[in-house]
């Protein structure tokens, strides 16, 4: 039985903010890699002359940083330790009112879309969500119970915490968002970077994935699935 830490982060979220897709991301990898992952991202940091602390994220992709961010994506791809699964919603569909549903609820949905198909009754699980707003809290409690009755984990034998954390304490929710960011990034039509797009090009080049599909289910380094509304969702 292993025990697994699921970092998770998203983009886009809010119901009527007109930006378009969502993104919902996790990167995951066995509890006593972490370390070990940590360190390694932090070699890389130094590599670039860059202070341990500094915040990697898809935003801060520039020119300047273009080698420190493709050794970042290297580094996920050559190490098997680490894994990587998102959603990705065209807004765009959604009609909750027609479907009798909140955005919240049917947020909650989507994060049983993208853990479930991680999550493994023989193992157990401590998955760590970026703070996003002073409802946090109740947030967590309310998915952390829906992933459970999910699971029909309800002793919490299997998913054993859910927690928010600060991301710029937290190298691989860092992580997560540059796979994020890409991944919104690859189906954007308004905004256009060289470095960007060059960054988009490698992580299609390492995952053989071109990113505008779902990946097979069980793809157990790069999983993407494209919803597209339809079932109870």
Request: with cysteine.
């Amino acid at each position: 039985m292993a025990e697994i830490n699921i970092y998770c982060d998203e983009s886009n979220h809010l119901e009527n903010d007109h930006r378009s897709p969502m993104v919902l991301g996790a990167v995951y990898c066995s509890d006593d890699r972490v370390k070990v992952v940590h360190g390694r991202i932090r070699d890389i940091k130094q590599k670039y002359r860059l202070p341990n602390n500094f915040e990697i994220k898809w935003g801060k992709v520039s020119p300047a940083k273009e080698d420190f961010y493709r050794d970042l994506v290297d580094y996920f791809f050559d190490n098997d330790d680490l894994h990587f699964r998102c959603v990705v919603i065209d807004k765009a569909q959604l009609d909750h009112k027609s479907r009798g549903q909140t955005h919240d609820e049917w947020y909650y949905k989507m994060y049983f879309e993208l853990l479930n198909k991680i999550l493994d009754p023989e193992n157990k699980y401590c998955i760590y969500l970026d703070v996003k707003d002073t409802q946090g809290r109740e947030k967590i409690q309310k998915l952390h119970s829906v992933l459970c009755n999910g699971m029909y984990d309800f002793e919490r034998n299997i998913i054993r915490k859910v927690q928010e954390v600060k991301s710029v304490e937290v190298q691989l929710v860092q992580l997560a968002d540059i796979f994020i960011g890409a991944l919104q990034f690859a189906h954007r039509t308004d905004v256009r970077s060289e470095t960007k797009l060059r960054l988009v090009a490698r992580i299609r080049e390492r995952s053989k994935y071109d990113l505008s599909r779902s990946t097979l289910v069980k793809e157990p380094k790069f999983n993407i699935f494209h919803w597209r509304g339809g079932g109870d969702a």
